[in-house]
């Protein structure tokens, strides 16, 4: 937020009113991940995000709320249980904010409720053939795979799945071999 070019400076009236929303719903503000998130009784609710094109409320359990505005939406394909309310002007704000409190009573009864999300399994990714050719070929490199935790086998399950072309699959498998033997994950920097 301290350039011009920071992607919050785009929303940042927007921004403001939101979180004016959010606070009115009787949600405590904290920041987790870098970024404004509203939890009650210690539950993630929301996340309020900018993005390059809009900014938005996220809600946790997004998934299993009604949504009968059918405003909804699924940042990618690969979120599963996340959905997010967009906005680009101030108007989507100040006219709506009785059906805004509405989405955001919603999300607090659900995380009351104990809800939960089910996730898909590791297991249930399919994982790209480049990966299984390295993986039959080094037993080394299999049982390195095998204790990875489900999250960082899930994270190169999808960085890897993500390539187009098998030879841009092949080459992001042998860039992190060495990670998947000293057990990190995509990201970590440790």
Not at 83 to 96: D, H, P
Not at 133 to 140: D, R, T
Request: glycine fraction near 6%.
């Amino acid at each position: 937020m301290g350039t011009p070019q920071c992607k919050v400076n785009s929303w940042r009236h927007i921004m403001v009113e939101l979180r004016k929303l959010l606070l009115e719903c009787e949600l405590t503000e904290e920041i987790k991940w870098s970024i404004p998130c509203y939890t009650f009784n210690d539950g993630n609710i929301v996340l309020l995000t900018a993005f390059k094109e809009y900014c938005a409320l996220s809600f946790f359990k997004g998934s299993l709320m009604k949504d009968e505005a059918g405003l909804l939406i699924s940042q990618t394909k690969n979120v599963q249980g996340t959905r997010q309310l967009r906005f680009t002007a101030i108007e989507e704000v100040s006219n709506n904010t009785v059906l805004l409190k509405a989405y955001i009573k919603e999300a607090i009864e659900l995380e009351k409720s104990g809800a939960e999300i089910e996730t898909k399994k590791v297991s249930e990714y399919e994982i790209p053939d480049e990966l299984n050719v390295k993986l039959e070929a080094s037993p080394a490199l299999k049982t390195a795979w095998e204790a990875l935790t489900p999250g960082r086998k899930k994270g190169y399950i999808l960085y890897f799945s993500g390539a187009r072309q098998a030879k841009t699959r092949a080459a992001r498998v042998a860039k992190h071999e060495q990670n998947i033997f000293a057990g990190k994950g995509l990201h970590d920097r440790y």
